[in-house]
Nanobody, 131 residues
Framework: QMQLVESGGGLVQAGGSLSLSCAAS????????MGWFRQTPGKEREFVAA????????SYADSVKGRFTISRDNAKNTVYLQMNSLKPEDTAVYYC????????????????????????WGQGTQVTVSS
């Protein structure tokens, strides 16, 4: 089974930046579509960004477009989320997730934005943005 471990969360002031990492073991990420999600108390888990090996596509939630960037390093078997111009509303626990590319071949697929499409999840890392 794939194991995912997030890191890089912390406390920053509004306008600052953080870079999150998701290190994978047990499987190579080249055969998975990877997603980042976030969750706050009382809300459903929310899609943030996705990246697919199948076609190299990426997708972003409207709320983070232009501020966040998802990328992957196959040599390190790691997925990243660079977060710039952070806002207090970005405060959440951030999770990375993996879906077989045969199920989600493109990050542009509507299925890439649904938590139920993903089989494997990390433990989450807290991001807190102060005003």
């Amino acid at each position: 089974q794939m194991q995912l471990v997030e890191s890089g969360g912390g406390l920053v002031q509004a306008g600052g930046s953080l870079s999150l990492s998701c290190a994978a073991s047990g499987r190579t990420l080249t055969v998975y579509t990877m997603g980042w999600f976030r969750q706050t108390p009382g809300k459903e888990r929310e899609f943030v960004a996705a990246i697919a090996w199948r076609d190299g596509s990426t997708s972003y939630a409207d709320s983070v477009k232009g501020r966040f960037t998802i990328s992957r390093d196959n040599a390190k078997n790691t997925v990243y989320l660079q977060m710039n111009s952070l806002k207090p509303e970005d405060t959440a626990v951030y999770y990375c997730a993996a879906a077989p590319f045969l199920r989600i071949a493109s990050a542009q697929s509507p299925a890439a934005q649904l938590p139920r499409s993903y089989d494997y999840w990390g433990q989450g890392t807290q991001v807190t943005v102060s005003s």
